[in-house]
C-alpha cells in the first residue's frame, strides 16, 4: 500500500510566520505524474473498499469479522487517507487548525470510532478523487496560460564572423546577430536587419494573422518567421524580453485578489471553526434535550455534518474562475494584472478613451503645407525636421516622412517640450515654436486664421517671433473602432473621448463613431477634471490610453487599459490592463470576459451555499448519510470546477 500513498499530489502551502497569516492555498502541483499516478491511491481503496462491501453484504464468511474486518477497511484506507491526514498535521503545526483536512480526518476517523468502516473510507475516497479533479483543473489552466506565452526557445542561432553558431538563448549579449531560419521563433528582441519579413505574432497579440515587418523595425521575442532565412540584431536581454515581462505579469496576476475571493477567504477562516462547535454542539447538546439520547447516533450526524460542511467547492472553484478570466484573456490577447480589474471591468459604467492610437491609428499623413511666402519653406520644414527629430509624438513621424532625412547639421539649442503644447528650440539665434495654435497663445503670436473651421489636426509654426503658418495632418480611424462603439453601447457602457488634438478633429471623429461625449484641446490635468466630474457622480471608470503620457489619468480611473503593449515597456507597468495589439474591439471583449468570469463565480457561490445548506439542515436531522454529505461536499466541489474551467473553453 506504499507505493499507493506516495503517489499522492502534493499541495504547495504558502505559510508566512513572520505575519502569522497561514493561509491554506489550494493550488496543486502534479509534477510529472501521469493521471494513472495521481489516482492510483483511490483506485488501491476502490478496489479494497468494493471487495469489502463484497464480503460484508454479499458473500457472508466467517473470517471477515471483528479485527480481520477492521484491519481490511484500515488498509483500504490509508492510501487516500494518510496523506490528508499529514496536510491536517502539517496545518496544525503552522497555526492552521480548522482546515478542511482537519474536517476531513475528523470525520472519518469518528467513522472508524463508532464502526462505520465503510463509510469512512467512502467519504475520504471520494475527497481524494476530487482533490485529484481539482490538481487537474488547475494545472490545466495553469499550463494553457504558460503555453500561450512562454514562447520562448531555449536556443538561438547567431551569426560569429558569418558563421552560425548555436548557443543558449539567456548567454546572448545586446548587438549579436540572430540567425531565424523559416518557421523558428525568435528568442529575443530587436530590430530586424533584413529587408522585410513577416512573422506570427500570435504568442504575444492572439492574433495568428501575418505581420510583415521592414529593415529597422523592431521585432520581439515569441514572433515566428514565416518565409525567408532573416537577421535580427538583439537590443534587450532575455531576461528583459517583452515575452519575459508578459509571462511574469501573468504568473503574478493571482496575486492580485478580487474582493469576492478575498470575502471567501475571510468567510472560510471564520465559517470552518464555527461549523466544528456545531458538530461538537450537535453531538452533546442533545443529551440535555432528547429522553432516548445515543451518544453514537448522534455523533454519526456530527460527522455528516462535518463532511457536507468543508468550504472546499468555494476554496478552490473561485481561484479556479478568475484564473480562467485571466486565461481566457491570456489567449485572447488581453493581460490582467489580477483578479480584482476582472470585477472592475465586470462593472464598469463609462470608457473614457484617448483618440490618437486607441481610436484612431495614430499613423499621420501630412496633406497640406501652408506657409507665408516670406518664409523659405524649405528651410522652415528642414528646421521643422530637425526639432520634432527630439519627439516621439505620431506627429513627428508624419512630418520626417514627409520631409525627408535630418539635416544634422542644423543647430539646436535650448529645446523644450511643452506638455499639451509642442515643442520650442533655439536656431540661428531665433526661436522656433511647432505646435498646436495654444502654444502660439501662450507666446503671443499673432494669427490671422480660424483653427477651429479646419477638420484636420493642425501644426501651427513661429519662427523669429512671427506667425509662419501650418501644417495639416490627418490620421484614419482603426477599423475595428465602429464595432467596439457598438458593443460598449450593446453592454450600456457610457463612452467619453478625451483628446490633446483639436476640438473639431476629435468632435469629428466621435460623431463618426458615435461616441456620446468628446472634448478636444485638452491638456493632461484637464483630463484629469474631466474624469474627476464622472467620478464625482460615484461611477465607475475605465481609462483607454497610451498608459504613460495619460499616468495621471489612468491613477485617477478605477481601471487603467493600456492600448500597444507591443509598443512600450512602460506601458506593462503603468497599466492595470494591456491590450497587446492596439485593438479597440478587445475592450468590451475584457468587459465581457470581466462579466462571465463573475457571473460563473457568482454561480459557484450559490450553488455551494445552497447545497450545503439543504444537507446540513437533513443531516443535523438525521436525515441525511454520510453519502449525501459526500455529494454534497466532493460532488458540489466538482460541479463547480467544472463550471469554472468553462470559461477557458468561451468564445469571446
Known amino acids: 500500500m506504499e507505493e499507493c500513498c506516495s503517489t499522492k499530489p502534493k499541495k504547495e502551502h504558502n505559510h508566512n510566520h513572520e505575519g502569522h497569516d497561514h493561509d ?13 499516478q495521481m489516482f492510483l491511491p483511490a483506485i488501491c481503496s476502490f478496489v479494497l473498499l468494493i471487495i469489502g462491501i463484497a464480503l460484508d453484504n454479499y458473500i457472508k464468511t466467517d473470517w471477515f469479522t471483528s479485527w480481520i474486518r477492521l484491519v481490511w477497511y484500515l488498509i483500504a484506507y490509508i492510501p487516500v487517507g494518510l496523506p490528508v491526514l499529514k496536510e491536517a498535521f502539517e496545518s496544525i503545526k503552522n497555526g492552521d487548525v480548522f482546515s478542511e483536512f482537519f474536517l476531513m480526518g475528523v470525520a472519518t476517523v469518528g467513522a472508524f470510532a463508532i464502526g462505520e468502516y465503510p463509510e469512512g473510507v467512502a467519504v475520504m475516497l471520494f475527497y481524494s478523487v476530487g482533490e485529484v479533479f481539482q490538481a487537474m483543473a488547475v494545472t490545466r489552466a495553469k499550463s494553457n496560460i504558460k503555453s500561450l506565452l512562454d514562447q520562448r526557445p531555449d536556443e538561438v542561432t547567431i551569426l560569429k564572423d558569418g558563421k552560425p553558431e548555436i548557443v543558449k538563448a539567456e548567454k546572448v549579449n545586446i548587438g549579436e ?36 515587418k521592414t529593415k529597422g523595425e523592431t521585432v520581439l521575442a515569441g514572433m515566428i518567421n514565416l518565409n525567408t532565412v532573416s537577421q535580427v540584431k538583439v537590443t534587450t536581454a532575455y531576461k528583459d524580453s517583452k515575452l519575459s515581462k508578459i509571462l511574469e505579469l501573468v504568473q503574478n496576476a493571482t496575486a492580485q485578489k478580487a474582493s469576492t475571493e478575498l470575502f471567501i477567504r475571510k468567510f472560510a477562516k471564520i465559517y470552518t471553526p464555527i461549523v466544528v462547535f456545531l458538530a461538537i454542539g450537535i453531538t452533546l447538546l442533545p443529551y440535555f434535550f432528547v429522553e432516548d439520547y445515543q451518544f453514537k447516533t448522534w455523533l454519526y450526524r456530527a460527522l455528516v455534518f462535518l463532511v457536507i460542511s468543508c468550504p472546499c467547492a468555494l476554496v478552490i472553484s473561485i481561484p479556479l474562475g478568475y484564473f480562467g478570466g485571466i486565461g481566457a484573456g491570456s489567449r485572447n490577447g488581453i ?31 501630412v496633406q497640406e503645407v501652408n506657409f507665408d511666402t516670406e518664409f523659405n519653406k524649405d528651410e522652415i520644414l528642414k528646421f521643422i525636421n530637425a526639432l520634432e527629430s527630439k519627439s516621439s509624438h505620431p506627429v513627428a513621424t508624419a512630418i520626417h516622412e514627409y520631409v525627408g532625412e535630418i539635416d544634422h547639421s542644423i543647430q539646436l539649442e535650448n529645446v523644450e517640450e511643452i506638455a499639451g503644447y509642442g ?27 480660424k483653427p477651429e473651421n479646419i477638420v484636420y489636426t493642425l501644426i501651427a509654426v513661429a519662427y523669429d517671433k512671427k506667425f509662419v503658418g501650418y501644417l495639416t495632418i490627418a490620421d484614419s480611424i482603426k477599423a475595428d473602432a465602429q464595432l467596439t462603439i457598438n458593443k460598449l453601447k450593446s453592454l450600456n457602457v457610457k463612452t467619453t473621448m478625451l483628446s490633446g488634438d483639436k476640438t473639431s478633429v476629435v468632435k469629428y471623429v466621435a460623431d463618426t463613431l458615435g461616441i456620446q461625449n468628446a472634448y478636444g484641446d485638452l491638456l493632461p490635468e484637464d483630463k484629469v477634471n474631466k474624469v474627476k466630474e464622472i467620478k464625482v457622480k460615484g461611477q465607475t471608470v475605465a481609462f483607454v490610453g497610451d498608459g504613460v503620457n495619460d ?12 492600448m500597444g503593449g507591443l509598443g512600450s515597456d512602460a506601458t506593462i507597468e503603468t497599466a492595470d490592463v494591456v491590450i497587446q495589439d492596439d485593438m479597440p474591439s478587445k475592450i468590451p471583449m475584457a468587459i465581457n470576459i470581466g462579466k462571465q468570469t463573475k457571473k460563473i463565480v457568482w454561480q459557484n457561490i450559490i450553488l455551494a451555499f445552497a447545497i450545503k445548506a439543504i444537507v446540513l439542515a437533513l443531516g443535523a436531522g438525521g436525515l441525511a448519510t454520510m453519502w449525501e454529505a459526500v455529494f454534497a461536499d ?13 470559461i477557458q473553453r468561451m468564445k469571446f
Do not use: W
Open 24 to 36: 491554506h492555498d489550494h493550488s496543486h502541483d502534479t509534477g510529472d505524474q501521469s493521471t494513472f
Open 177 to 212: 546577430i540572430i540567425q531565424l531560419k523559416s518557421g523558428e521563433k525568435l528568442g529575443l528582441d530587436g530590430v530586424l536587419l533584413s529587408e522585410t519579413a513577416s512573422f506570427n505574432t500570435s504568442a504575444l497579440t492572439g492574433e495568428s494573422k501575418p505581420d510583415t
Open 335 to 365: 493581460l490582467f494584472k489580477g483578479s480584482n480589474f476582472l470585477d472592475i471591468l465586470a462593472n464598469v459604467q463609462n470608457v473614457v478613451m484617448d483618440k490618437t492610437g486607441t481610436m484612431t491609428e495614430g499613423v499621420f499623413k
Open 423 to 449: 515643442l520650442k528650440a533655439v536656431i540661428n539665434g531665433k526661436e522656433l515654436l511647432v505646435g498646436n495654435f495654444k502654444l502660439m497663445d501662450k507666446f503671443n503670436i499673432n494669427y490671422n486664421i
Open 551 to 562: 499616468a495621471p489619468v489612468v491613477a485617477l480611473s478605477d481601471v487603467g487599459i493600456a
Open 634 to 646: 466532493v460532488g458540489v466541489a466538482l460541479l463547480a470546477i467544472l463550471n469554472a474551467v468553462r
